[in-house]
């Protein structure tokens, strides 16, 4: 009986450390969310809603950590509104991921994993929360991805160029907004 509470006591602990490990580990990826903010314009070209970041002024997609209290897809959506003004349907299914290095203030790389839900776009708010700190503005998707940093955000925004609405993701949205 005593061997066996010995051998329980240590899978129980070694299970600890491993969970233990995991936690660490995932605090070293940050975990983001985006909005992919689309419509079309009256040629029928396919554009998209970029703001520029509040440190360095790059274009980026309006994007955020992750919410404790909120579906993925519902904090992107609100990362939408605060950041862009965007009001519209968003997508409760991702259209990807992209990687990349986030620079802390300590100035440190955090590397961080954004999951992207696209977002058609019904009106923009004139007032907003964060409008003194960015600036908005619509591109296609070729002149959005010649202007991101982000290689793997590039090939997203690229792979929608062809037939955006056949994509099975961006299919369900339009039908449901």
């Known amino acids: 009986m005593e061997i066996m ?22 605090r070293t990826i940050g975990m983001q969310i985006a909005a992919l903010p ?13 703001v520029t970041s509040r440190d360095t002024g790059r274009w980026v997609m309006p994007k955020g950590w992750e919410m404790s209290d909120e579906k993925p897809w519902s904090a992107a959506e609100i990362e939408a509104l ?22 802390l203030k300590d100035q440190t790389a955090l590397p961080c994993v954004v999951r992207v839900y696209p977002m058609i776009v ?30 793997e955000l590039a090939e997203l925004l690229l792979s929608l160029r062809d037939k955006p609405k056949k994509q099975p993701v961006i299919r369900k949205l339009l039908n449901a907004s």
């Open 5 to 26: 509470l010995d051998l329980a006591y240590k899978r129980d602990h070694r299970h600890k450390i491993i969970i233990k490990k995991v936690r660490q580990m995932a």
């Open 38 to 50: 689309l419509r079309w314009d009256d040629s029928g070209t396919l554009k998209v809603l970029m």
């Open 122 to 151: 019904d009106k923009l708010k004139r007032n907003w929360k964060e409008r003194h700190q960015r600036k908005r503005r619509w591109f296609s998707l070729k002149a959005a991805a010649k202007r991101v940093h982000e290689p």
């Open 82 to 103: 605060e950041e862009a003004g965007a009001v519209g349907c968003i997508s409760k299914e991702m259209i990807g991921t992209y990687r990349y290095d986030k620079i």
